[in-house]
T-cell receptor, first 114, second 115 residues
Framework: DGGITQSPKYLFRKEGQNVTLSCEQNLNHDAMYWYRQDPGQGLRLIYYSQIVNDFQKGDIAEGYSVSREKKESFPLTVTSAQKNPTAFYLC?????????????FGSGTQLSVL | AQTVTQSQPEMSVQEAETVTLSCTYDTSESDYYLFWYKQPPSRQMILVIRQEAYKQQNATENRFSVNFQKAAKSFSLKISDSQLGDAAMYFCAYTRGYNNNDMRFGAGTRLTVKP
């Protein structure tokens, strides 16, 4: 079945450490997104990519980095510069160039600070 | 910037009854798209229903329907014959549409279904 796979499900970060969250999709979607979800808040966009080898900052990109070397993959690195990384992270994808297309989501990664 | 407001942090409904979740949004655009997403305890977001602003007819999907009031910028979700499996967080979302990088989400409403 087509879908989005995020790993790991739970991740712990030590002080000063960079960690990478994986996101893989087999939906043949061009566009991929990373969202952060905090309790009591809606999803906020971190980064997005409309095509391979291109990505753009979202509303809260500081302290995060991404790469898009393959259409299927869009990993997110939470760097040591992100001072409040504890949150639930969701990866999503959509078909590019289609108006009002819905997002498909992965099952998320819960990141906590040790 | 477009904003989406869900004024009900929590709602509860008796099984088999009907419940309405509220959503308002702010935009100066005339063409846009609205969504309701469900986030069950598994935390994977699932699309419930989608509305195109240029369509006057309210969208329906089985037991789920919306009341779209464009002039009032209101987009409420009605769940009929509520089931235990409907218990989840529900998020309202807005996008202008061509590329979803401008999608905005409300803070969510937690729905509890009582047996």
């Amino acid at each position: 079945d087509g879908g989005i796979t995020q790993s790991p499900k739970y991740l712990f970060r030590k002080e000063g450490q960079n960690v990478t969250l994986s996101c893989e999709q087999n939906l043949n979607h061009d566009a991929m997104y990373w969202y952060r979800q905090d309790p009591g808040q809606g999803l906020r966009l971190i980064y997005y990519s409309q095509i391979v080898n291109d990505f753009q900052k979202g509303d809260i990109a500081e302290g995060y980095s991404v790469s898009r070397e393959k259409k299927e993959s869009f990993p997110l690195t939470v760097t040591s510069a992100q001072k409040n990384p504890t949150a639930f992270y969701l990866c999503a994808s959509s078909a590019r160039g289609r108006v009002g297309e819905k997002l498909f989501f992965g099952s998320g990664t819960q990141l906590s600070v040790l | 910037a477009q904003t989406v407001t869900q004024s009900q942090p929590e709602m509860s409904v008796q099984e088999a009854e009907t419940v309405t979740l509220s959503c308002t949004y702010d935009t100066s655009e005339s063409d846009y798209y609205l969504f309701w997403y469900k986030q069950p305890p598994s935390r994977q977001m699932i699309l419930v229903i989608r509305q195109e602003a240029y369509k006057q007819q309210n969208a329906t999907e089985n037991r789920f329907s919306v009341n779209f009031q464009k002039a009032a910028k209101s987009f409420s979700l009605k769940i009929s014959d509520s089931q235990l499996g409907d218990a989840a967080m529900y998020f309202c979302a807005y996008t202008r549409g061509y590329n979803n990088n401008d999608m905005r989400f409300g803070a969510g409403t937690r729905l509890t279904v009582k047996p």
